[in-house]
């Protein structure tokens, strides 16, 4: 199957967990997917190789979207490689799991570069070298629903993200261009478990309309609608991938 044949996909944050999976399922569909990352060069070109053994078509790209003048490179390099660019998917991000009253300056100003700064910097770039009719698709959490303790700063990023996406919608949509959100609750994934314990694991699960946390593939499947020209008449929407979580 092949319905995202000819598309270029450039996804923030694809070396490892949502991303990965995301980029994996997008290039099983025909799609030519820009690994972005920003670490380890080794992961990101295995997954790479995956993906052309599979006979999809990909290509990694270190950039830091905190930055401009790498979100700048990695678009360009895009372009230089693939000639256009029609999807751009924001996933990059961190978590920081302290209480408001313990979290530092420095912890702010990371979690704000990358998970705000990085999505505002990649929209930017995006409004005059995405294609006519492209997609964007920017992560936010379904914390944004809740009040947990410790989650607050991270919680306010996504929240962030989402009134960008809103408004970015509106400032790009005469170009036929659509941009949404979309809010996974718990995911199987290395960030997610970060920091928890079984317990804490269960408990959250337990939170589901279906007893447990999301996998990588729940979220990847939604994402591919999304990405696809039968979601055109989608966008300015936050979209709640949770299981019934929030």
Do not use: C, H
Request: net charge positive; charged share 25%.
């Amino acid at each position: 199957m092949e319905k995202l044949k000819g598309k270029v996909i450039i996804i923030t944050g694809s070396s490892r967990g949502i991303g990965l999976t995301v980029a994996k399922t997008l290039a099983k569909n025909g799609a030519k997917v820009v690994v972005n990352y920003s670490g380890s060069e080794e992961t990101a070109k295995s997954v790479v190789n995956e993906i052309l053994q599979s006979g999809g078509q990909a290509i990694a790209i270190k950039a830091d979207v905190s930055k401009s003048e790498d979100v700048k490179k990695l678009f360009q390099k895009t372009i230089e490689k693939f000639e256009k660019i029609d999807v751009l998917i924001n996933n990059a991000g961190i978590a920081i799991y302290k209480l408001i009253k313990d979290t530092t300056d420095e912890d702010f100003d990371r979690i704000f570069d990358i998970n705000v700064k990085g999505v505002f910097n990649t929209m930017r770039e995006a409004s005059t070298l995405l294609a006519d009719n492209g997609r964007i698709i920017n992560f936010s959490s379904s914390v944004t629903r809740l009040m947990l303790p410790t989650y607050g700063t991270y919680s306010a990023t996504k929240a962030a993200v989402e009134q960008l996406t809103r408004v970015f919608a509106k400032e790009v949509g005469t170009k036929g261009i659509t941009v949404n959100s979309i809010s996974p609750g718990p995911v199987n994934t290395e960030l997610f478990k970060q920091g928890k314990n079984e317990e804490v694991i269960n408990r959250l699960a337990s939170m589901s309309a279906f007893n447990r946390i999301g996998e990588p593939e729940d979220i990847a499947k939604i994402i591919l609608f999304l990405v696809d020209d039968d979601s055109k008449w989608i966008t300015g929407q936050n979209i709640g991938a949770n299981g019934g979580f929030a």
